[in-house]
Nanobody
Framework: QLQASGGGLVQPGGSLRLSCTVS????????VGWFHQAPGKEREGVSC??????????GNSEGVRDRVTISRDNAKNTIYLQIDPPKSEDTGVYYC?????????????????WGLGTLVTVSS
Protein backbone atom coordinates (compact mmCIF):
# COMPACT_ATOMS: atom_id res chain seq x y z
CA GLN A 1 0.00 0.00 0.00
CA LEU A 2 1.21 3.49 -0.86
CA GLN A 3 0.11 6.69 0.85
CA ALA A 4 0.87 10.16 -0.44
CA SER A 5 0.90 13.05 2.02
CA GLY A 6 2.12 16.61 2.42
CA GLY A 7 -0.50 18.38 0.35
CA GLY A 8 -2.55 21.39 1.37
CA LEU A 9 -2.64 25.11 0.67
CA VAL A 10 0.75 26.43 -0.42
CA GLN A 11 1.71 29.96 -1.37
CA PRO A 12 3.39 30.60 -4.71
CA GLY A 13 7.11 30.95 -4.24
CA GLY A 14 7.11 28.91 -1.06
CA SER A 15 8.29 25.33 -0.69
CA LEU A 16 6.46 22.05 -1.06
CA ARG A 17 7.55 18.55 -0.14
CA LEU A 18 5.35 15.55 -0.71
CA SER A 19 5.94 12.13 0.81
CA CYS A 20 4.96 8.68 -0.40
CA THR A 21 5.11 6.07 2.33
CA VAL A 22 4.95 2.39 1.51
CA SER A 23 3.60 -0.35 3.75
CA UNK A 24 3.19 -4.06 3.20
CA UNK A 25 6.25 -4.47 0.98
CA UNK A 26 9.85 -3.31 0.82
CA UNK A 27 10.33 -0.26 -1.32
CA UNK A 28 13.94 -0.95 -2.20
CA UNK A 29 13.20 -3.23 -5.15
CA UNK A 30 10.69 -0.92 -6.81
CA UNK A 31 10.79 2.11 -9.07
CA VAL A 32 8.39 4.83 -7.96
CA GLY A 33 6.80 7.65 -9.88
CA TRP A 34 4.91 10.77 -8.96
CA PHE A 35 1.92 11.85 -11.03
CA HIS A 36 -0.03 15.09 -11.15
CA GLN A 37 -3.68 15.46 -12.05
CA ALA A 38 -4.72 19.05 -12.55
CA PRO A 39 -8.44 19.93 -12.29
CA GLY A 40 -10.26 18.67 -15.36
CA LYS A 41 -7.17 17.10 -16.87
CA GLU A 42 -5.62 13.66 -17.18
CA ARG A 43 -3.06 12.28 -14.80
CA GLU A 44 0.48 12.99 -16.00
CA GLY A 45 3.91 11.84 -14.91
CA VAL A 46 6.02 14.36 -12.99
CA SER A 47 9.08 12.46 -11.91
CA CYS A 48 10.33 8.98 -11.19
CA UNK A 49 13.16 7.27 -9.37
CA UNK A 50 14.30 3.75 -10.15
CA UNK A 51 15.17 1.03 -7.68
CA UNK A 52 18.81 1.81 -8.47
CA UNK A 53 18.43 5.51 -7.74
CA UNK A 54 18.35 6.89 -11.29
CA UNK A 55 16.03 9.86 -11.68
CA UNK A 56 13.82 11.16 -14.44
CA UNK A 57 11.75 14.33 -14.61
CA UNK A 58 8.80 14.71 -16.95
CA GLY A 59 6.20 17.40 -17.42
CA ASN A 60 5.20 19.97 -19.98
CA SER A 61 5.12 23.04 -17.80
CA GLU A 62 7.85 25.54 -18.50
CA GLY A 63 10.58 25.32 -15.91
CA VAL A 64 9.19 22.26 -14.16
CA ARG A 65 12.39 20.33 -14.69
CA ASP A 66 14.30 23.00 -12.75
CA ARG A 67 11.86 23.00 -9.85
CA VAL A 68 11.31 19.32 -9.12
CA THR A 69 13.55 16.98 -7.11
CA ILE A 70 12.73 13.35 -6.33
CA SER A 71 14.52 11.31 -3.70
CA ARG A 72 14.10 8.07 -1.80
CA ASP A 73 14.88 6.80 1.69
CA ASN A 74 14.65 3.03 1.55
CA ALA A 75 15.23 2.73 5.30
CA LYS A 76 12.02 4.70 5.85
CA ASN A 77 10.23 3.10 2.90
CA THR A 78 9.49 6.61 1.65
CA ILE A 79 9.82 8.59 -1.59
CA TYR A 80 9.86 12.39 -1.59
CA LEU A 81 8.96 14.99 -4.20
CA GLN A 82 10.24 18.51 -3.63
CA ILE A 83 8.80 21.38 -5.68
CA ASP A 84 10.67 24.68 -5.38
CA PRO A 85 9.13 27.08 -5.89
CA PRO A 86 5.54 25.92 -6.36
CA LYS A 87 3.44 27.71 -8.98
CA SER A 88 -0.28 27.95 -9.58
CA GLU A 89 -0.09 25.36 -12.38
CA ASP A 90 1.14 22.82 -9.83
CA THR A 91 -2.34 22.78 -8.27
CA GLY A 92 -4.01 19.39 -8.37
CA VAL A 93 -3.90 15.92 -6.89
CA TYR A 94 -0.55 14.17 -6.62
CA TYR A 95 -0.30 10.40 -6.70
CA CYS A 96 2.62 8.06 -6.17
CA UNK A 97 2.83 4.67 -7.85
CA UNK A 98 5.26 1.75 -7.80
CA UNK A 99 6.41 -0.76 -10.37
CA UNK A 100 8.63 -3.81 -10.10
CA UNK A 101 10.30 -2.78 -13.36
CA UNK A 102 13.78 -1.35 -13.02
CA UNK A 103 13.25 1.59 -15.35
CA UNK A 104 11.18 4.76 -15.07
CA UNK A 105 8.16 5.53 -17.20
CA UNK A 106 5.99 8.66 -17.58
CA UNK A 107 2.82 6.71 -18.41
CA UNK A 108 0.31 5.49 -15.83
CA UNK A 109 -0.14 2.05 -17.37
CA UNK A 110 3.40 0.98 -16.43
CA UNK A 111 2.75 1.10 -12.71
CA UNK A 112 1.25 -1.72 -10.69
CA UNK A 113 0.52 -0.18 -7.30
CA TRP A 114 -1.16 3.14 -6.63
CA GLY A 115 -1.90 5.09 -3.51
CA LEU A 116 -4.57 7.61 -2.73
CA GLY A 117 -3.53 11.07 -3.80
CA THR A 118 -2.85 14.21 -1.86
CA LEU A 119 -4.42 17.52 -2.91
CA VAL A 120 -2.15 20.52 -3.44
CA THR A 121 -3.52 24.01 -3.91
CA VAL A 122 -1.02 26.71 -4.82
CA SER A 123 -2.61 30.06 -4.19
CA SER A 124 -1.98 33.30 -2.36
Amino acid sequence: QLQASGGGLVQPGGSLRLSCTVSGFTLAGYSVGWFHQAPGKEREGVSCITSGGARAVYGNSEGVRDRVTISRDNAKNTIYLQIDPPKSEDTGVYYCAATGRRACYPSVDRYDYWGLGTLVTVSS
